[in-house]
Structures are given as structure tokens and as C-alpha cells.
């Protein structure tokens, strides 16, 4: 059984940080892409950030710059660092993995959440 459990969510000030980490379990994390997902209230899912098994990452070009999506494969776990945060960066944060190995849709496990909001 497959979970994902996302933490390090919060409230925090326009242009503080954050870090938010990814916890997996039941799959060979280290064979799997990870990406970060983000939605908004009353706006559509959106990826934020994805690192591959080798460590190649890209990002939306709204985060580029601020956000570092990092991985270690010895402790299964996938994080987020988030830096000069701006209200529009408000959302509830998913972790995602695709249903496979060494596949890049990341349409299988989601974790439940992590509520970062951002005031000004």
C-alpha cells in the first residue's frame, strides 16, 4: 500500500520561507520522478516542481528562482524549499508520484495536503 504524507505547511509572512517535506512509503522511491502540485481555491491544479531519478529538476516559471525541489532517496522523502513567498503562492501543496517506475505522469499517488498561505 502506497502512502504519501505531506508536512510543513503554514502560515507565514510575503516573502519568508517555508519548507515542506514528502514522506513515501510502499514503492522504490528511488525509481520514481516526484513532483510538487499546487491548487488555489477556485483555481486549477497546478505543478510546481519536478525532480527526475537523476536529479534533473525543472519548475513553473512563477516559482523559478524561489522554490527548490530536492529528494533523498535514504530516507524516502521529497521537499520542497520555498523562499520570497508572495500571496499569490497561497495553496493547498500535493506530492505526487506517477503509478510507475521511471515514468513522468504523475497521475497515481497524490498525499492528502499541506496548507501554506502567505499574508501580507
Known amino acids: 500500500q502506497v502512502q504519501v504524507v505531506e508536512s510543513g505547511g503554514g502560515l507565514v509572512q510575503s516573502g519568508g520561507s517555508l519548507r515542506l517535506s514528502c514522506t513515501v512509503s510502499?514503492?522504490?522511491?528511488?525509481?520514481?520522478?516526484m513532483g510538487w502540485f499546487r491548487q488555489a481555491p477556485g483555481k486549477e491544479r497546478e505543478k510546481v516542481a519536478q525532480?527526475?531519478?537523476?536529479?534533473?529538476?525543472n519548475y513553473a516559471d512563477s516559482v523559478k528562482g524561489r522554490f527548490t525541489i530536492s529528494r533523498d532517496n535514504a530516507k524516502n522523502t521529497l521537499y520542497l524549499q520555498m523562499n520570497s513567498l508572495k500571496r499569490d503562492d497561497t495553496a493547498t501543496y500535493y506530492c505526487?508520484?506517477?503509478?510507475?517506475?521511471?515514468?513522468?505522469?504523475?497521475?497515481?499517488?497524490w498525499g492528502q495536503g499541506t496548507q501554506v498561505t502567505v499574508s501580507s
Open positions: 505526487a508520484a506517477p503509478d510507475v517506475p521511471y515514468a513522468c505522469v504523475f497521475n497515481a499517488y
Open positions: 525532480i527526475d531519478l537523476d536529479y534533473k529538476t
Open positions: 510502499g514503492l522504490p522511491f528511488a525509481d520514481y520522478a
